[in-house]
């Protein structure tokens, strides 16, 4: 099974400034990453999603994230943020098309970004 | 588009009370879960389904039961509630097996305090 580590719990960022949110994950074997984004009282939405290929991956609302195998990181970074980017963002990792963990995802346990005017 | 509907939204209980919670999706999803979320915690697997008729335990199944009896519906009951089941329970659903590459559907939650 996959472990996530949200290495920060909460980033507070003035708007307009640059942000990064970390998140590394135990295994260096194939893996599929995610990051999801929860509004307040909301469910998970899906922010970006990283499977092969290109190791930037970017979203609709210039959040992007990089894949580094070496360093089995998937960090978030938006060159500058909105208020309305004030939410909980949760990496996750699924361990891909092997045995009894198929279609499961292992969550870190969320950072919360808030926005400050 | 529906997407996954929980129901119901919020629920308080007391202790020893038992309840179902409903999640139904549209999304011809085989693959359904039950997390649930608490402070600091992130989101922990409670029990999921890989298809009509069948379950699996999560990470934290005890005192959870769930059933799919129908491939739109995955339900799950506390027989006994207890104050450490107080959290808020989310409800997805996937693609899952081959496809692990797609993402999963998740409803607006389920807030649930016990007594």
């Known amino acids: 099974a996959q472990s996530v580590t949200q290495l920060d719990s909460q980033v507070p960022v003035f708007e307009e400034a640059p942000v990064e949110l970390r998140c590394n994950y135990s295994s260096s074997v194939s893996v599929y990453l995610f990051w999801y984004v929860q509004y307040p009282n909301q469910g998970l939405q899906l922010l970006l999603k990283y499977l092969s290929g290109s190791t930037l991956v970017e979203s609709i609302n210039g959040f992007e994230a990089e894949f580094n195998k070496s360093q089995t990181s998937f960090h978030l970074r938006k060159p500058s943020v909105h208020i309305s980017d004030t939410a909980e963002y949760f990496c996750?990792?699924?361990?891909?098309?092997?045995?009894?963990?198929?279609?499961?995802?292992?969550f870190g346990r969320g950072t919360q970004l808030t926005v400050w005017p | 588009n529906a997407g996954v509907t929980q129901t119901p939204k919020f629920r308080v209980l007391k202790t020893g009370q038992s309840m179902t919670l409903l999640c139904a999706q549209d999304?011809?999803?085989?693959?359904m879960y039950w997390y649930r979320q608490d402070p600091g915690m992130g989101l922990r697997l409670i029990h999921y389904s890989v298809g009509e008729g069948t379950t699996a335990k999560g990470e934290v199944p005890d005192g959870y039961n769930v059933s799919r009896l129908k491939k739109q519906n995955f339900l799950l009951g506390l027989e006994s509630a207890a104050p450490s089941q107080t959290s808020v329970y989310f409800c997805?659903?996937?693609?899952?097996?081959?496809?692990?590459?797609?993402?999963?559907?998740f409803g607006d939650g389920t807030r649930l305090s016990i007594l």
């Open positions: 999304m011809n999803h085989e693959y």
């Open positions: 997805a659903s996937g693609l899952g097996g081959g496809l692990s590459n797609q993402p999963q559907h």
């Open positions: 996750a990792v699924s361990d891909g098309d092997r045995g009894s963990t198929l279609g499961r995802l292992y």
